[in-house]
């Protein structure tokens, strides 16, 4: 207890108590020691400027700051010298004094410039920050027919502006912290004041400030040191690229984390249901987004279970079907040399295989690999007798079904999963699938994400929540937010159709 | 904190019961009471499920007196120290023989019925292993995880009444072929695949609400035991003739094989895979019960730790009888053992916690 207090505690004083430097009246001073302090970086830029006949110097990084900015904001002002105070001089939003050379130095990182004069104890510190943003465009692994097709880029304030402007209310609260001892990674929460649970908030944050490392790197990194169990397959967090997710997820009072230089929100807590859902499912009609989300939900249990299924009927229980069917199976089996699981475990890691290196491939070589991976190696490898025809049938099932979760972590979990659960078919046919199901169902049961339980609303069982679970209600039912993040207000809409009903009084 | 994350709803309770209380015993229960009561087996069926809620009263009214404390804790409160260790062992001893008794006739029905040259053994470190990972949990999850798997009991139930589509009504009558008597007496056996409700005696302190809703719920549980009970007993009875009935040890299984499900021809193996989830579901109950008996005989108040020592006893012992006539002996003594700490100990407990005017002090 004591020990982790004073850790705590040194580690707190590592990241804020930089050491302080006043600022001297001597302007070579000064400036020597911030250059001392970055030397050698040839990025870094020195310009010898006058104000008043006194002598003075305009310090910035090359690399951070906006040429133009500098030009028109700083220096045009300074040759022209309309004014008397420095202050008034300047034309930039941020403009700051400042004393201390050591937060000088943090502010020159940032892409600030700093002028000093001499005879001056203190120095000004001005905005000129450069911004590079790439084009917005649909984020690949989750796209949708209909709704926005915009997503969020590697700049942070760009990813802010994206969620305020879906969604203009006073009390969206942004609120930054700066992680990574080394990279100090600007990251931001959001939230809804008066929706999100205040006990949600004050967890997340302290996960958050919690973490020493001296690098973060997005999506990954918050995750694993954020997350309940890291010693689990399934995904605890949402991670996703689009900004109407995150505010619809943000309007649930759920908390996004997202970070500066990555293009992904990161939503806690989420439910196994919530990877299941899609943007798709709330624009298309109710009944076919059931439809939709059924399949996709059907599309979980095949893609881990098929295989295993496979194997155990095959190889423990084929008279479970009928005659003629296991005639016919058993017909194109028997010129396998090897064993159901070692021919299914065999297929599935080629496929594994062609994924990985769809991946990595520019997608001019990716159609070879799709031609390689569907002729060659799905008729070749059957008619050389290496694999049977109803098990390259059953695998590319389960791959096409792997790929329908609209979550990428997901669909890794799933994929993963099927492994074991093709060992425990093979050992105890369909009893050892009732194992291996019976441990990942109560893997799930136990599984939490920030106090919320993993499978709500399924269990513990909440019946009003399962409008928005396995099928989409019509959208004027759901009128109460779901329960799992534990709102502070549940009603999210009242009678949006009353104009129905006033129509039926007239008549 | 703790009181906090150990609390379940009375549903998640009854469910907790019914989850236990459906078990092995069920398969063979129609041939059982055939046996005995004829056509009148399904009357048998209820009237056990009768003295079962009298029971459950008599074991409500008793934790009612003690709301904080389960029967581990009551036992030393009443018997003393040293008496109370004894009674607590005798307990954990009966939990173990239970939890012994369910997984060897799991393990022989699956050795009957789907893996005939799988050993015992293997068959049973599965569910050992999935015992195990479940019974460390706290209350609330194995509870959260009870009615999750309540949802296979339905679909239990639903394929049980497939069997309708051929019976003959003609052959439950007469309903007193047999004699009242005999009917009566067959009760007992039914009262086997009853287990289950003793559950009550160690979740009762941990279920939030009024001790009356507490009684609903356990009444509610056993109501659907019972009644599903005398159903699948029922179909059972109009669907085989006496002979058949006589031959066939699972005739659940039997009803469930005669028919085919379109493209599956075996239903019956479906069937045991979804029952093999209720029986592990309801070892996992024994082995809690046990670990939480192991925990306070040494003292402590965390039972997760004690789970794998109990599930280990459970596991050892019940390699131990390989015969069919050591089964036989296995259900008897469980039989005994069950009038002796359903009945017999909790009835007195209740008499002597109003004799010596014991009631636990200062409750909330």
């Given at each position: 207890?004591?020990?982790k207090f004073f850790?705590r505690?040194?580690?707190?004083?590592?990241r804020?108590g930089v050491?302080?430097?006043?600022a001297s009246?001597?302007l070579e001073?000064?400036v020597?020691?911030?250059?001392?302090?970055?030397?050698?970086?040839?990025?870094v830029?020195?310009r010898?400027?006058?104000?008043q006949g006194?002598k003075g110097?305009l310090?910035?990084?090359?690399s951070?700051t906006d040429?133009?900015?500098i030009?028109k904001?700083i220096i045009?002002?300074?040759t022209?010298?309309?004014s008397?105070e420095?202050?008034?001089?300047?034309?930039s939003?941020?403009?700051?004094?400042e004393?201390?050379?050591?937060?000088?130095?943090?502010?020159?990182l940032?892409?600030?410039c700093?002028?000093?004069?001499?005879?001056?104890?203190?120095?000004?510190?001005?905005?000129a920050?450069?911004?590079?943003v790439?084009?917005?465009?649909?984020p690949?692994?989750e796209y949708?027919?209909?709704?926005?097709?915009?997503g969020?880029?590697?700049?942070l304030?760009?990813?802010?502006?994206?969620?305020?402007?879906?969604?203009e209310?006073p009390?969206?609260r942004v609120?930054?912290?700066?992680?990574?001892r080394?990279?100090q990674?600007?990251?931001?929460?959001?939230?809804?004041q008066?929706?999100a649970?205040?006990?949600?908030?004050?967890?997340?944050?302290r996960?958050?400030k919690?973490?020493?490392?001296?690098m973060l790197?997005?999506?990954?990194?918050?995750?694993?040191f954020?997350?309940?169990k890291t010693f689990?397959?399934f995904p605890?967090?949402?991670?996703?690229?689009r900004?109407?997710r995150?505010?619809?997820?943000?309007?649930?009072?759920?908390v996004a984390?997202m970070?500066?230089?990555?293009?992904t929100?990161?939503?806690?807590?989420?439910t196994?249901?919530?990877?299941?859902?899609s943007v798709?499912d709330?624009?298309s009609?109710?009944?076919?987004?059931?439809?939709v989300r059924?399949?996709?939900l059907l599309?979980?249990?095949?893609?881990?279970?098929?295989?295993?299924?496979?194997?155990?009927?095959?190889?423990?229980h084929?008279?479970?079907?009928?005659?003629d069917l296991?005639f016919r199976l058993q017909g194109?089996?028997?010129?396998?040399?090897?064993?159901?699981l070692?021919e299914?475990?065999?297929?599935e890691?080629i496929?594994?295989?062609?994924?990985?290196?769809?991946?990595?491939l520019?997608?001019r070589?990716?159609q070879?690999i799709g031609?390689v991976?569907?002729?060659v190696i799905?008729d070749?490898i059957?008619?050389t007798?290496?694999?049977?025809?109803p098990?390259?049938?059953?695998?590319a099932?389960t791959?096409?079904?792997?790929?329908?979760v609209?979550?990428?972590?997901m669909?890794?979990?799933v994929r993963f999963?099927?492994?074991?659960?093709?060992?425990?078919?093979?050992?105890?046919?369909?009893y050892?699938i009732s194992?291996?199901?019976?441990?990942i169902?109560?893997?799930l049961?136990?599984?939490?994400?920030?106090?919320?339980?993993?499978?709500?609303?399924l269990?513990?069982?909440?019946?009003?929540?399962m409008?928005?679970?396995?099928?989409?209600?019509?959208i004027?039912t759901?009128?109460?937010r779901?329960?799992d993040?534990?709102?502070?207000r549940?009603?999210?809409?009242?009678?949006?159709r009353?104009?129905?009903?006033?129509?039926?009084r007239k008549k | 904190?703790t009181?906090?994350?150990?609390?379940i709803?009375?549903?998640?309770?009854a469910l907790?019961?019914i989850q236990t209380q459906?078990g092995v015993?069920i398969?063979s229960?129609p041939?059982?009471?055939?046996?005995?009561a004829?056509g009148g087996?399904?009357?048998?069926?209820?009237?056990s499920?009768?003295?079962v809620?009298?029971?459950?009263f008599?074991?409500?009214?008793?934790m009612?007196?003690?709301?904080n404390?389960?029967?581990?804790?009551?036992?030393?409160?009443i018997?003393?120290n040293?008496l109370g260790?004894?009674?607590?062992?005798a307990?954990?001893?009966?939990?173990?023989?239970v939890?012994?008794?369910?997984?060897?006739s799991?393990?022989?029905?699956?050795n009957?019925?789907?893996l005939?040259?799988t050993p015992?053994?293997?068959?049973?470190?599965l569910?050992?292993?999935?015992g195990?990972y479940?019974?460390?949990?706290?209350?609330?999850?194995?509870?959260?995880?009870?009615?999750?798997?309540?949802?296979l009991?339905?679909?239990?139930?639903?394929?049980?009444t497939?069997g309708?589509?051929?019976?003959?009504?003609?052959l439950?009558?007469?309903?007193?072929?047999?004699?009242?008597?005999?009917?009566?007496?067959?009760?007992?056996d039914?009262?086997t695949?009853?287990?289950?409700?003793?559950?009550?005696?160690?979740?009762?302190?941990?279920?939030?609400?009024?001790?009356r809703g507490?009684?609903?719920a356990?009444?509610?549980a056993?109501?659907?035991?019972?009644l599903?009970?005398t159903?699948?007993?029922?179909?059972?009875?109009?669907?085989f003739?006496?002979e058949?009935?006589?031959?066939?040890s699972?005739?659940?299984l039997?009803?469930?094989?005669?028919?085919?499900?379109?493209?599956?021809?075996?239903?019956d193996l479906i069937?045991?895979?979804?029952w093999?989830t209720?029986i592990?579901?309801?070892?996992a109950?024994?082995?809690?019960?046990?670990?939480?008996?192991l925990?306070s005989?040494f003292?402590s108040?965390?039972?997760s730790?004690?789970?794998?020592?109990?599930v280990?006893?459970c596991?050892?012992v019940?390699?131990?009888?390989q015969?069919s006539?050591?089964?036989?002996?296995?259900?008897?003594?469980?039989?005994i053992?069950a009038?002796?700490?359903?009945?017999g100990?909790p009835l007195?407990l209740?008499v002597l916690?109003?004799l010596l005017k014991?009631?636990?002090?200062?409750?909330?």
């Open positions: 207890m004591f020990q850790q505690k040194r580690r707190g004083g590592d804020d050491p302080c430097r006043s009246h001597h001073k000064n020597s020691y911030i250059e001392q302090a970055l030397f050698p970086s040839d990025d830029k020195k010898a400027l006058s104000f006194r110097i310090l910035y990084i090359e951070l040429q133009k900015v030009q904001n045009e002002p300074l022209r010298n309309h008397d420095l202050d008034h001089l300047f034309t939003v941020e403009l700051k004094r004393n201390d050379l050591e937060k000088g130095i943090a502010a020159l940032k892409g600030m700093l002028y000093f004069l001499d005879g001056h104890k203190d120095f000004l510190v001005i905005g920050k450069a911004s590079y790439r084009d917005i465009s649909e690949e692994n949708v027919v209909r709704g926005p097709h915009n969020f880029v590697e700049d304030t760009h990813n802010l502006y994206a969620v305020r402007k879906l969604m209310s009390n969206l609120r930054y912290m700066h992680i990574g080394v990279t990674t600007k990251v931001a929460i959001l939230y809804l008066d929706v649970n205040p006990r949600l908030i004050k967890e997340v944050e996960r958050l919690d973490i020493s490392a001296d790197m997005s999506p990954g990194f918050i995750q694993e954020m997350e309940d689990s397959p605890q967090i949402l991670i996703t690229e900004p109407d995150t505010v619809s997820n943000l309007m649930d009072g759920r984390i970070a500066d230089g990555d293009p929100a990161l939503i806690v807590p989420v196994l249901f919530a990877f299941y859902q798709d709330y624009h009609r109710w009944m076919v987004g059931s439809f059924m399949i996709r599309s979980f249990l095949v893609a881990f279970q098929l295989p295993a299924f496979y194997i155990a009927t095959v190889s423990f084929p008279e479970i079907l009928p005659v296991v194109s089996i028997s010129h396998v040399p090897f064993p159901p070692l299914v475990i065999f297929l890691l496929f594994e295989l062609l994924r990985e290196s769809g991946i990595r520019p997608s070589v990716g070879t031609i991976g569907g002729l799905g070749a059957v008619r007798g290496l694999v049977s025809y098990t390259t049938i059953v695998v099932l791959a096409i079904a792997s790929f329908v609209p979550s990428n972590e669909s890794g979990a999963l099927r492994f074991p659960l093709m060992f425990f078919a093979a050992m105890y046919g369909y050892g194992f291996g199901l019976m441990m169902s109560m893997h049961c136990k599984l939490e994400s920030f106090g919320t339980p993993y499978l709500a609303p269990a513990p069982l909440r019946l009003k929540d409008k928005d679970t396995f099928l989409r209600f019509p004027w759901l009128s109460q779901p329960h993040p534990h709102p502070k549940m009603t999210q809409e009242t009678v949006s009353s104009w129905k009903r006033r129509d039926q | 904190m009181s906090e994350k150990s609390s709803s009375p549903v998640q309770m907790f019961i459906i015993g398969l229960l041939s059982k009471v055939h046996m005995i004829k087996g399904w009357i048998s069926v209820l009237i499920g009768i003295v809620q009298v029971l459950i008599i074991m409500w009214a008793l009612k007196r003690f709301p404390s389960t029967v581990y804790e009551i036992s030393s409160q018997f003393g040293f260790k004894v009674v607590n062992f307990y954990t001893g009966y939990f173990i023989t939890g012994v008794f369910v997984m060897v799991f393990s022989d029905v699956l009957r019925w789907m005939p040259k015992r053994w293997a068959v049973l470190v569910m050992v292993v999935a195990i479940l019974a460390r949990g706290n209350i609330r999850m194995m509870a959260r995880y009870y009615v999750l798997t309540s949802f009991i339905l679909l239990l139930i639903l394929l049980v497939y309708f589509v051929d019976v003959d009504f003609t439950m009558f007469p309903i007193q072929e047999a004699g009242w008597g005999n009917i009566v007496k067959a009760s007992k039914t009262f695949a009853m287990y289950g409700f003793e559950m009550l005696l160690l979740i009762y302190p941990f279920v939030e609400g009024k001790s507490k009684l609903k356990a009444f509610f056993n109501l659907f035991v019972t599903s009970y159903f699948t007993v029922f179909i059972c009875l109009i669907a003739n006496p058949q009935l006589r031959l066939i699972e005739p659940v039997y009803l469930i094989r005669r028919y085919q499900l379109y493209m599956v021809h075996r239903p069937f045991i895979n979804i093999a209720t592990i579901v309801t070892a109950s024994y082995y809690y019960a046990a670990a939480t008996g925990a005989l003292g108040r965390n039972h730790k004690w789970v794998p020592y109990a280990l006893c596991f050892v019940s390699l131990i009888p015969t006539s050591g089964m036989v002996k296995l259900s008897k003594f469980v039989d053992a009038y002796v700490f359903l009945h100990l007195m209740l916690s109003y014991k009631k636990e002090r200062g409750t909330a």
